[in-house]
């Protein structure tokens, strides 16, 4: 795979991975009403959009094939270590925007630059800490 189609394919994969994370907030939320409302559908998009995202990057961004469930264990709890790195940025900025704009869709649109700022930067930590056997340059 070249670089840019790397990057291509990367960006493509961030982008599903969002959406499914700010749809996933959007679900909770209509669903929720309750005093929590906000943490729990940040939880709930964090949690979706991280396994589709491991999924898309094991498979079509690294190549990466575990040698025995144990394998496959570890790798994906540094991913999620990683993640939780990078989640901080999301998170982060998220809130920065629902506290200084108090409406829904600039949490939303805080969510989304925050998202992908995090995505530039685990991308790097994956190919170095995770999927240190990938192919990909």
Same mark, same amino acid.
């Given at each position: 795979?070249?670089?840019?189609?790397?990057?291509?394919?990367?960006?493509?994969?961030?982008?599903?991975?969002?959406?499914?994370?700010?749809? !996933?907030?959007?679900?909770?939320? !209509?669903?929720?009403?309750?005093?929590?409302?906000?943490?729990?559908?940040?939880?709930?998009?964090?949690?979706?959009?991280?396994?589709?995202?491991?999924?898309?990057?094991?498979?079509?961004?690294?190549?990466?094939?575990?040698?025995?469930? !144990?394998?496959?264990?570890?790798?994906?709890?540094?991913?999620?270590?990683?993640?939780?790195?990078?989640?901080?940025?999301?998170? &982060?900025?998220?809130?920065?925007?629902?506290?200084?704009?108090?409406?829904?869709?600039?949490?939303?649109?805080?969510?989304? &630059?925050?998202?992908?700022?995090?995505?530039?930067?685990?991308?790097?930590?994956?190919?170095?800490?995770?999927?240190?056997?990938?192919?990909?340059?």
């Amino acid at each position: 795979m070249t670089r840019r189609e790397l990057i291509i394919r990367y960006a493509i994969f961030a982008a599903i991975a969002i959406l499914i994370n700010l749809g !996933s907030q959007a679900l909770a939320v !209509s669903v929720y009403h309750g005093p929590f409302a906000i943490p729990l559908s940040v939880i709930f998009g964090t949690g979706t959009g991280l396994v589709a995202k491991y999924v898309l990057d094991k498979n079509w961004i690294f190549y990466h094939q575990a040698a025995n469930r !144990s394998h496959q264990a570890k790798t994906f709890v540094l991913y999620t270590v990683m993640g939780l790195a990078t989640t901080g940025i999301f998170w &982060i900025t998220e809130a920065l925007f629902h506290a200084a704009f108090d409406a829904p869709a600039m949490r939303y649109v805080g969510g989304l &630059i925050g998202l992908v700022a995090g995505y530039l930067v685990k991308y790097q930590l994956d190919l170095r800490h995770v999927f240190v056997d990938a192919r990909a340059t």
